[in-house]
């Protein structure tokens, strides 16, 4: 019988063993059911502040996104996904002068208002279903209809009335937010931050993302460590190096050339992911880049100062069951 007992308690305490090793790792990759839609929200604030001929600007920026992912297929290299960003939502507050643009409203192509014009974009964008090929890290592979979505954006602006060099560059921005590069960099905010396989506490990995934030080619190096296991969340920290990518291409803003070399940042980052899913529960970002713009144009150079600060948080929304929940 005392052996019995001993047995017993040995048993017992190897399967609290292996409870305790199991609660140590986890695998993080995308993992999501097929035809279920998938929700998250964005939300960020960001302050700019630049200093012109001895004065300094601020340009306040609120952005609100509701992203949506579906399922649809999957191989052993990839899932086959319907990307939606079914709310954008941009208040800026430039030294007092308000723009606010919502996809929820049509807004109006041929109006002489920047606001107006950009909801229009924005609301196409916002109908667009965007049908894309995402790694099991969650890495856009392949937006397989990005030429066609693009084009219609291009095609948009020659409906435009406005003229001059504000048309220009609203021309510019709009064909810009319509790129393959782009629209990968939106989805990789919510879905890229995952090492694709299992990973113990202390763990760390890297992704190295190349984006493009208002028309400026940065190159983000984000380190992940998994600090905690929590049931199914997995609770992860991240620092991120920021800087000016390699070789990067100038703005152009009508005739001036803006070059942005030494721009550098750091970004801090405290995540809960879902350990079913491979999905973030939650996410909060902030961020600091600084350095100098160089603008030079016919006849003139200057120098600009440059401080960015944001901070942004990223939710899940209940996932949605069904197929035909968006139209």
Do not use: H
Not at 167 to 186: G, N, P, Y
Not at 211 to 240: C, H, K, P, Q
């Amino acid at each position: 019988m005392n052996t019995m007992k001993t047995t017993l308690v040995l048993v017992s305490l190897l399967l609290s063993g292996v409870t305790l090793t199991a609660q140590n790792s986890a695998t993080l990759k995308l993992n999501l059911e097929k035809n279920k839609v998938y929700l998250l929200k964005s939300v960020s604030e960001q302050t700019v502040s630049q200093t012109v001929n001895g004065v300094q600007q601020n340009v306040d920026t609120d952005v609100e996104y509701t992203f949506s992912i579906k399922m649809l297929d999957k191989t052993p290299d990839f899932l086959v996904t319907e990307v939606r960003f079914d709310t954008l939502v941009t208040r800026t507050n430039t030294m007092g002068k308000m723009v606010n643009i919502n996809s929820a409203v049509e807004g109006d192509i041929t109006s002489s208002e920047t606001a107006d014009i950009m909801s229009y974009v924005m609301n196409r964008l916002s109908k667009s279903a965007l049908f894309v090929k995402i790694d099991y890290a969650g890495r856009p592979l392949e937006i397989v209809n990005s030429k066609m979505v693009s084009d219609v954006a291009v095609k948009d602006t020659a409906l435009m009335t406005l003229t001059g060099p504000l048309a220009a560059a609203l021309k510019t921005q709009i064909v810009s937010a319509f790129t393959d590069e782009t629209l990968k960099t939106m989805i990789s905010t919510f879905t890229w931050c995952l090492p694709g396989k299992e990973v113990s506490t202390g763990d760390e990995w890297t992704v190295t993302q190349k984006v493009n934030s208002g028309g400026m080619s940065l190159d983000i190096i984000n380190s992940y460590r998994l600090d905690a296991i929590d049931g199914n969340l997995a609770r992860i920290t991240s620092e991120s190096q920021i800087k000016a990518s390699e070789n990067a291409a100038p703005i152009q803003s009508g005739a001036a050339t803006i070059t942005y070399g030494n721009l550098q940042g750091l970004g801090k980052a405290d995540m809960v992911i879902d350990t079913n899913t491979g999905l973030i529960n939650e996410n909060n970002v902030k961020t600091r880049i600084s350095g100098n713009m160089d603008v030079s144009g016919p006849g003139f150079s200057m120098q600009i100062p440059l401080d960015i600060n944001g901070e942004s948080r990223v939710t899940a929304v209940s996932p949605v069951v069904g197929e035909d929940t968006q139209e």
